[in-house]
């Protein structure tokens, strides 16, 4: 388990994989930014105890576009990489973790490798995510 996550309940994770156009509406809608995001964060661990069995405590909303287009320009990932790293990314905000400003952000990209590396050596994120 992530650090920060509440341990001792049973709590669900609930993904939605869009394209450029539902991620821009959904940024501007739910985090009031124009254009398309990698990942949007929904974590709903405040109250744990207002949550239904089978009910989401974390949403991702992850851009489908985002990935392949970092996976293409980026000599040292790939699409199902930057898919692994959103969901990782979108994990760490629901864990507490922040990259509005330059330490956070640093402490943040220090864990995103952290995790990635260990779920590397179980997963094969190109099985995982082999591509549209």
């Known amino acids: 388990m992530l650090a920060g996550l509440p341990d001792g309940f049973d709590w669900e994770l609930a993904v939605r994989f869009v394209g450029d156009r539902a991620m821009a509406r959904a940024n501007a809608e739910f985090v009031g930014h124009e254009g398309t995001t990698d990942v949007i964060t929904f974590s709903y661990f405040d109250d744990p105890d207002s949550l239904f069995p ?57 864990r995103e490798r952290e995790v990635l590396a260990g779920l590397e050596k179980e997963f094969d994120f190109a099985a995982i995510f082999p591509g549209p």
Request: with cysteine; charged share 30%.
């Open 54 to 110: 089978g009910e989401a405590a974390v949403e991702l909303i992850i851009c489908v576009d985002a990935a392949l287009r970092e996976g293409e320009a980026r000599s040292d990932s790939s699409y199902a990489r930057e898919m692994a790293l959103y969901l990782v990314h979108g994990l760490l905000h629901s864990a507490g973790e922040d990259d509005l400003s330059p330490g956070p952000r640093r402490r943040m990209r220090r």
